[in-house]
T-cell receptor, first 115, second 116 residues
Framework: DSGVTQTPKHLITATGQRVTLRCSPRSGDLSVYWYQQSLDQGLQFLIQYYNGEERAKGNILERFSAQQFPDLHSELNLSSLELGDSALYFC??????????????FGPGTRLTVL | AQKVTQAQTEISVVEKEDVTLDCVYETRDTTYYLFWYKQPPSGELVFLIRRNSFDEQNEISGRYSWNFQKSTSSFNFTITASQVVDSAVYFCALSEGNSGNTPLVFGKGTRLSVIA
């Protein structure tokens, strides 16, 4: 158990819909990352938050957005869903800057299926 | 631009054989971190090792060992006396900068099947 929790574990929805994925980082970790794993694109970085602020952006579509709340949990919002958005979405957390360790620990993932 | 290449898509070995998973990386930064993660059939990503660019010492942890060579931009992973439980997809990843708190760039992964 990495200490990172993600809900829900599975999500099945229809095209055009909107969903929210939730992530709680490890206790004390300030950085949260979102990654998408799909068969064709592999593991791709979407977005990073550090202590409530956006830190880095990767290949995140405009239909997707995220935020990190004061209690450090994060949500990834996916809207106008398309079949191609079906993937495993991982959240990861790390301690943040000025820490002696910087491994990213991953949650169990949310498997999104768009029908 | 940063890039991680895992040329081996799939490897199949018989139990107790040794196996090496290759990882080649590209980066313009002089300071960076390299990682290996394991993704078993259950789907979670399990952290295995972190290595920074200034530490070229090889590392051994039980049946696992890692060989980091800056001269060839490689960070290879060897499993000695493989076991069925080692069957998984293994990912090599790169994080640029000196904090390590930057996004990971992953290779495509190597699927290892260990046959009893």
């Amino acid at each position: 158990d990495s200490g990172v929790t993600q809900t829900p574990k599975h999500l099945i929805t229809a095209t055009g819909q909107r969903v929210t994925l939730r992530c709680s980082p490890r206790s004390g970790d300030l950085s949260v990352y979102w990654y998408q794993q799909s068969l064709d694109q592999g593991l791709q970085f979407l977005i990073q938050y550090y202590n409530g602020e956006e830190r880095a952006k990767g290949n995140i579509l405009e239909r997707f957005s995220a935020q990190q709340f004061p209690d450090l949990h994060s949500e990834l919002n996916l809207s106008s869903l398309e079949l191609g958005d079906s993937a495993l979405y991982f959240c990861a957390s790390s301690a943040g800057q000025f820490s002696s360790y910087n491994e990213q620990f991953f949650g169990p993932g949310t498997r999104l299926t768009v029908l | 631009a940063q890039k991680v290449t895992q040329a081996q898509t799939e490897i199949s070995v018989v139990e107790k054989e040794d196996v090496t998973l290759d990882c080649v990386y590209e980066t313009r930064d002089t300071t960076y971190y390299l990682f290996w993660y394991k993704q078993p059939p259950s789907g979670e990503l399990v952290f295995l090792i972190r290595r920074n660019s200034f530490d070229e010492q090889n590392e051994i942890s039980g049946r696992y060992s890692w060989n980091f060579q800056k001269s060839t931009s490689s960070f290879n992973f060897t499993i000695t006396a493989s076991q069925v439980v080692d069957s998984a997809v293994y990912f090599c990843a790169l994080s640029e900068g000196n904090s390590g708190n930057t996004p990971l760039v992953f290779g495509k992964g190597t699927r290892l099947s260990v046959i009893a």
